[in-house]
């Protein structure tokens, strides 16, 4: 069998899973969001930290909370790393620097999990899954309740009531994340995940460039339970620093291919919880052929570049192997890279620098359009919302006709909540790239010159602002400059979108129902869908295109 047809024939497997699931988790999603009933285990939380399930939040309120609990996390993550050295289970490992404490915090509370660090070599068991772990799990949690109070913002009329955000929380986690999370981990331990808390120890007996033998130092680790939420949660942090090219973190093709199906499970199923919820199951459908267009043509674009024969040395090896690893192949390597940036995740069974030019460029690409397709777990719904609500703006532009969206009208203050959202990211991506290609400290930490060197410094803040995570490679991202401008925009480019998500909804959830006419138009139908992928396409191209000529389009063009 060749590559390629073993390529088609894992994205046609992919593709079979996520519609087997489709439905039951998408309805089961739209169920917990819905529901008035508290489970005691809930009732215990919500007693611990005091608060009120059963209020209702305007948007305000909800906004606060939303901030109030990040802001905690942080703050406690933070402390947590800076008084590593003084733990059990610490490994030996020293208290983590402060600028590498702050980039750590505040990238796994704001969803994003760069690290500037080697896993292995910095954080001991109690940090990995007593901080980081626990951020996978609520982190997610927090982009799923923010999308379904966008949601509610269109299901409801005459009220500015978008839900409670400590009971959407909660219910996300305990019943939605910890139940797939325990089944997921019990299937990457039977493929060979490990699952333990043992030390360090020496392994193997290796012979260097001078002939003399020598041996490597692992650590164990609580690995399975935590890759599991690392994908399923889009979150991407990997416990070793090889992430997902690691055995222990992914030993086989078919662990490969499930970690996948996590990446995207949850994001592609929302769009029916949000059919579900707001009462018309093919608005939901619409804004999943969207996500499912977009990201099936970026993976035929991505398998086509990188199994290009351009020379003789990718004719022997079956495609641009560079960089991936052999278990896995240009086929899952590639299906990897889409998934991983065209969600929020950024775990990589590959290192992305080692892409062609224009395989580089079409993962730098899935970020910079938002990544919502599908996106993170609920970045990508409310990301995916606020473009179509752009786009039913321009069709009203068109037509001459003021735009309307699941029965609501798009006026001057819906429309500059949408322009401010999606306008916040690429001025965050741009502004810092523009400063570190200017200052001299931060250039000297790219290892290549050129086209390729500005790609490493344009993907790491592009990462970062769009709450990716994934790294170029190549890249020396542990000093104070890019620890900290890195972290800052990782926590800007997380929480400023959500404040104008919640104000949107809040906008939304006051208006009263505007009737269906004849002149109203069909956000429903194939016709608005690909309306919706052209906007998508043409704002991002407008927005990142000069940038990218920099740098993988200039790179490929001269391969």
């Known amino acids: 069998m060749s590559s390629v047809t073993a390529g088609v024939l894992q994205l046609l497997a992919l593709i079979a899973a996520l519609a087997l699931v489709y439905?039951?988790?998408?309805?089961h999603m739209a169920r917990v969001y819905s529901s008035d009933q508290h489970y005691r285990p809930e009732k215990w939380i919500y007693r611990a930290i005091g608060a009120n399930p059963s209020a209702e939040m305007r948007w305000p309120a909800y906004l606060r909370a939303v901030l109030a609990f990040s802001a905690v996390s942080v703050v406690f993550l933070y402390l947590l790393q800076r008084v590593q050295g003084s733990l059990p289970g610490s490994l030996g490992f020293v208290s983590i620097d402060p600028d590498q404490a702050f980039n750590t915090a505040a990238s796994f509370v704001a969803n994003t999990n760069w690290q500037s660090y080697y896993g292995e070599q910095a954080m001991g068991h109690v940090v990995q899954t007593g901080g980081l772990a626990v951020q996978n799990f609520v982190s997610a949690a927090v982009g799923m309740a923010v999308a379904v109070a966008l949601v509610r913002g269109f299901a409801r009329s005459r009220t500015g009531e978008l839900g409670n955000f400590w009971a959407d929380l909660v219910r996300g986690t305990v019943r939605i994340l910890l139940p797939i999370a325990v089944i997921g981990a019990i299937v990457l331990v039977a493929c060979g995940v490990i699952q333990n808390f043992a030390g360090i120890h020496e392994v193997g007996q290796f012979v260097n460039q001078h002939g003399a033998g020598g041996t490597q130092q692992w650590n164990?680790?609580?690995?399975?339970?935590?890759?599991v939420i690392k994908e399923l949660g889009t979150n991407g942090g990997g416990y070793f620093n090889a992430n997902s090219a690691h055995p222990f973190e992914n030993p086989a093709p078919f662990s490969n291919l499930f970690e996948i199906f996590l990446i995207l499970v949850i994001p592609f199923a929302l769009t029916r919880t949000f059919g579900r919820m707001v009462g018309n199951l093919r608005q939901g459908y619409a804004i999943l052929a969207t996500m499912g267009v977009i990201w099936l043509a970026f993976?035929?674009?991505?398998?086509?570049?990188?199994?290009?024969?351009?020379?003789?040395?990718?004719?022997?090896?079956?495609?641009?192997?560079?960089?991936?690893?052999?278990?896995?192949?240009?086929?899952g390597s590639s299906l990897f890279a889409v998934a991983t940036t065209l969600?929020?995740?950024?775990a990589v069974n590959s290192f992305h620098s080692s892409y062609t030019g224009f395989g580089g460029g079409i993962t730098m690409l899935g970020m910079q359009l938002g990544e919502i397709a599908p996106g993170g777990v609920g970045s990508g719904l409310y990301g995916m919302l606020i473009m179509a609500i752009i786009a039913v703006f321009i069709a009203g532009l068109m037509v001459g006709r003021t735009p309307e969206y699941l029965g609501k009208k798009i006026g001057t203050r819906e429309i500059k909540l949408a322009a401010c959202y999606i306008l916040v990211t690429p001025a965050l991506v741009l502004c810092f790239t523009a400063a570190a290609m200017a200052l001299p400290t931060p250039a000297g930490s790219m290892t290549n010159t050129g086209a390729h060197g500005f790609s490493e410094i344009l993907y790491a803040y592009t990462s970062g602002a769009n709450n990716n995570g994934s790294a170029f490679a190549g890249l020396n991202a542990d000093t104070q400059w890019f620890n900290s401008t890195i972290g800052i925009a990782m926590l800007l480019g997380r929480f400023l979108p959500m404040v104008f998500v919640l104000a949107l909804a809040g906008s939304l959830a006051e208006q009263k129902p505007v009737p269906e006419t004849a002149g109203t138009l069909r956000t429903d139908k194939p016709l608005y869908a690909g309306l919706l992928v052209a906007t998508i396409v043409i704002i991002?191209?407008?927005?990142?295109?000069?940038?990218?000529a920099l740098g993988p389009l200039a790179e490929g063009l001269a391969a």
Do not use: I, N
Not at 23 to 27: E, I
Not at 343 to 346: C, F
């Open 23 to 27: 439905r039951p988790l998408g309805d």
């Open 220 to 227: 164990g680790g609580a690995v399975a339970s935590q890759e």
């Open 299 to 331: 993976t035929a674009l991505m398998m086509w570049t990188e199994f290009a024969h351009p020379g003789p040395a990718f004719d022997v090896a079956g495609g641009a192997m560079e960089g991936k690893e052999t278990r896995f192949g240009v086929a």
């Open 343 to 346: 969600t929020s995740t950024g």
């Open 540 to 548: 991002t191209g407008l927005t990142y295109f000069p940038a990218l």
